[in-house]
């Protein structure tokens, strides 16, 4: 099993940023595809970034390229997300998530997902 645990968001002014860190226990996930997702209020869940345990391959969905980074210790079995230039339309859940799959975290599903932490961007 796995269990991923969000921490980080917030309430933040419009061009601010915020850093979101997702903790990582369980079983082996050094061949999963990790990856943040968002979900805002009446919309469905959606993609933001991900990231392999290996290597320096990262994607981002077109509507944070160049204000989000998302990272990775694999010490520390952590993800992060470091948001900029915040926005109020990036306010939703933000979750981490797990998969072998990385067509299905590009497609915002995964086997394994955080239970989300809340970002607040106000105008």
């Known amino acids: 099993q796995v269990q991923l645990v969000e921490s980080g968001g917030g309430l933040v002014q419009a061009g601010g940023s915020l850093r979101l860190s997702c903790t990582a226990s369980?079983?082996?996930?050094?061949?999963?595809?990790m990856g943040w997702f968002r979900q805002a209020p009446g919309k469905g869940r959606e993609y933001v970034a991900g990231?392999?345990?290996?290597?320096?391959?990262?994607g981002y969905a077109d509507s944070v390229k160049g204000r989000f980074t998302i990272s990775r210790d694999n010490a520390k079995k952590m993800i992060y997300l470091q948001m900029n230039s915040l926005k109020p339309e990036d306010t939703a859940v933000y979750y981490c998530?797990?998969?072998?799959?990385?067509?299905?975290?590009?497609?915002?599903?995964?086997?394994?997902r955080g239970p989300g932490t809340q970002v607040t961007v106000s105008s």
């Open positions: 369980g079983r082996t996930l050094s061949r999963h595809v």
């Open positions: 998530a797990a998969d072998l799959n990385r067509f299905r975290i590009a497609a915002g599903s995964s086997d394994y």
């Open positions: 990231i392999y345990w290996t290597g320096d391959s990262t």
